[in-house]
T-cell receptor, first 113, second 108 residues
Framework: GAGVSQSPSNKVTEKGKDVELRCDPISGHTALYWYRQRLGQGLEFLIYFQGNSAPDKSGLPSDRFSAERTGESVSTLTIQRTQQEDSAVYLC???????????FGPGTRLLVL | KNEVEQSPQNLTAQEGEFITINCSYSVGISALHWLQQHPGGGIVSLFMLSSGKKKHGRLIATINIQEKHSSLHITASHPRDSAVYICAVRLGNEKLTFGTGTRLTIIP
C-alpha cells in the first residue's frame, strides 16, 4: 500500500473489555513500532518488531498489553481488561530497516468509558 | 529530567519569520528524528540525522553530536507550518525516546 494503515480509526469500549488494534505496515518494511499518545502528552514507545528477531517489549506498560506480528506484515496490539487510563491514540510506524526513517500510520483513537 | 528536552514549548510568530526550535538530549544517541504532528494528529517524519545538516525545502535540521543538541529551522514561515514539532532520539537500540514537542503557530 501507499502508507501505513491502521484500523479501526476510532474505538470506544467499556472498562474491562478487550480490544484489538491492527496495523498494516508499508510493504517491504521489516521494522514495525507501536507508540501511544495520551491526551496532551508526548509519544511513548510500546513495542518494536524487527524481522524475525524477538520483539523489544520494554515499553509495554503492563501485562494487559501484548502485540504480535505475522512475519513482516500485519501487526495486532491487544489490550486486555481495558482501563480508563488506556484511553489514548495508538500509533503504528514502520521503517525499511531498524533505524531507518519511520513512517507513521493515522493512529487508532481509543476511548475507554 | 527528561532525556530529551525541547524549547520553546510554544512559539507564535508572524508569517515570514525565521523559526528555530531546539532539542537537547542527555545521553549518547545513534540518530535523531524530527517529526511534525498536525492538528488532526497525523505524524510526518521530517528528518533523520546523525551528523551535520539536512535541508528539505524551507526546512533545515542541524545536529551537534559533541554538544548533544539539534535545531530545526523553518525559513519564510507560513500558516500551514503550524503544527507540533517533535524531537526524538534513538539510544542505540531501535526504540525512540520523544521530547514533549513544540507547538508552533504562524499568524498570517
Amino acid at each position: 500500500g501507499a502508507g501505513v494503515s491502521q484500523s479501526p480509526s476510532n474505538k470506544v469500549t467499556e472498562k474491562g473489555k478487550d480490544v484489538e488494534l491492527r496495523c498494516d505496515p508499508i510493504s517491504g518494511h521489516t521494522a514495525l513500532y507501536w507508540y501511544r499518545q495520551r491526551l496532551g502528552q508526548g509519544l511513548e514507545f510500546l513495542i518494536y518488531f524487527q524481522g524475525n528477531s524477538a520483539p523489544d517489549k520494554s515499553g509495554l506498560p503492563s501485562d494487559r498489553f501484548s502485540a504480535e506480528r505475522t512475519g513482516e506484515s500485519v501487526s495486532t496490539l491487544t489490550i486486555q481488561r481495558t482501563q480508563q487510563e488506556d484511553s489514548a491514540v495508538y500509533l503504528c510506524a514502520s521503517s525499511f530497516a531498524g533505524g531507518g526513517a519511520q513512517y507513521f500510520g493515522p493512529g487508532t483513537r481509543l476511548l475507554v468509558l | 529530567k527528561n532525556e530529551v528536552e525541547q524549547s520553546p514549548q510554544n512559539l507564535t510568530a508572524q508569517e515570514g519569520e525565521f523559526i528555530t526550535i531546539n532539542c537537547s538530549y542527555s545521553v549518547g544517541i545513534s540518530a535523531l528524528h524530527w517529526l511534525q504532528q498536525h492538528p488532526g494528529g497525523g505524524i510526518v517524519s521530517l528528518f533523520m540525522l546523525s551528523s551535520g545538516k539536512k535541508k528539505h525545502g524551507r526546512l533545515i535540521a542541524t545536529i551537534n553530536i559533541q554538544e548533544k543538541h539539534s535545531s530545526l529551522h523553518i525559513t519564510a514561515s507560513h500558516p500551514r507550518d503550524s503544527a507540533v514539532y517533535i524531537c526524538a532520539v534513538r539510544l542505540g537500540n531501535e526504540k525512540l525516546t520523544f521530547g514533549t514537542g513544540t507547538r508552533l503557530t504562524i499568524i498570517p
